[in-house]
């Protein structure tokens, strides 16, 4: 099993920057790591996944050239950086674990990833 745990969150104004870190710990496996966003009301919505072997990248359309995901193998860590933030980015951010192998490119879906952390909140706003 992988526990997931997410901090850095925090309230800004519009145009600040924030990174959010998230360290894995249990087993060692994973295959994708990804953070999702969620504010009141909606749904749990994707923003960025890399692949822990080979470091390749995805975004939503919504935090593309703004947001950058990277992870350090090392420290079992996987990092948002959150740059020219805006209101609409105001939500509990969720980093995310997928281990299942028959499932290998997890992408944008919820339910590609098995271990979730708990959340951290961002609030932008004036």
């Known amino acids: 099993q992988v526990q997931v745990a997410e901090s850095g969150g925090g309230l800004v104004q519009p145009g600040d920057s924030l990174k959010l870190s998230c360290v894995a710990s249990?087993?060692?496996?994973?295959?994708?790591m990804g953070w999702f966003r969620q504010s009141p009301g909606k749904e749990r919505d994707f923003v960025a996944s890399?692949?822990?072997?080979?470091?390749?990248?995805d975004y939503a359309n919504s935090v593309q050239d703004r947001f950058t995901i990277s992870r350090d193998k090392v420290k079992n860590a996987v990092y948002l950086q959150m740059n020219s933030l805006k209101p609409e980015d105001t939500a509990v951010y969720y980093c995310?674990?997928?281990?299942?192998?028959?499932?290998?490119?997890?992408?944008?879906?919820?339910?590609?990833?098995?271990?979730w952390g708990r959340g951290t909140q961002v609030t932008v706003s004036s």
């Open positions: 249990g087993s060692t496996f994973r295959h994708t």
């Open positions: 890399i692949s822990w072997n080979s470091g390749t990248t």
């Open positions: 995310a674990a997928a281990v299942n192998i028959r499932n290998l490119k997890p992408g944008a879906t919820v339910d590609g990833y098995e271990f």
